[in-house]
């Protein structure tokens, strides 16, 4: 398994040869390096369930620039999930403000935020969330057929995405086929598939075993090595501690941030 340079060489012709205007294509990503990929300002939410609310996260500012790897820490209620849905573009914000990729989601309606979800995220989840009566193939192309690519070029960029992963010899078997890890590859592959701005992890390892563990930690190590920013909610500190940065929630709000040699862990 290994995310050699040349496919990588590969997949970016790909994705600038899938714009019709390659030009204004490498101007956004140039414009977009300089941005940090997340801002968020002072964001709040609130729960509102009848008389009941709930104070989820209370003022969290955060800037997250790109090529960085953070993992998210905090105990159980802490708000982890909370800022996770929110930076996911999978939920809405009660006040504050959340810029991704230069583009400002505070605000925006259901359809708006599914757009850019699309286009701007790779999510991969504790339970991989694979369609069960699809091929690995037909799973990673997902997320380019919501994007109204042609199935020609679907199909080139999966197989490239699966060969990255090291499932190229895989590519037909369903999520039923393949092995609790060799699921999450496949998921790791259709996060990347679409060229996110970020890869969201929510407990990536939280249902495998250490050597499948191992080998998804590996992949999202390689992700950094390329630059990619990748954002992980985890409860373990040896998930944590591959990061070059760990933020702690606690009680909805920011409780430490450390990046590089002062991060600790316990
Ligand atoms: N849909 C909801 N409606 C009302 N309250 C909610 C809702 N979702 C979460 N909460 C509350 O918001 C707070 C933060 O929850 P959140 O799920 O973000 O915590 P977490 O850090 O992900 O916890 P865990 O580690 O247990 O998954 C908790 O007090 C929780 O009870
Ligand atoms: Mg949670």
Redesign the pocket.
Known sequence: MGLAAGSVAVRAVAVVSVASAPMLESAAHAAADELPVIELNDVRKV?S?GQFH?E?LRGVSLSIPQGEYVAIM?P???????LMNILGCLDVLTSGRYLLAGEDVSMMDEVDLADVRNRQIGFVFQHFNLLPSLTAMRNVEMPLAYAGVPRERRRQEAQIALERVGLGDRVDHRPGELSGGQQQRAAVARALVGDPALVLADEPTGNLDSSATADVLDLFDELHQQRRTVVLIT?EADVAKRANRIIRVSDGAVASDESGADRRIQ
């Open positions: 729960y369930t709930v989820a905090g159980s209620g802490s708000g982890k999930s909370t409860h």
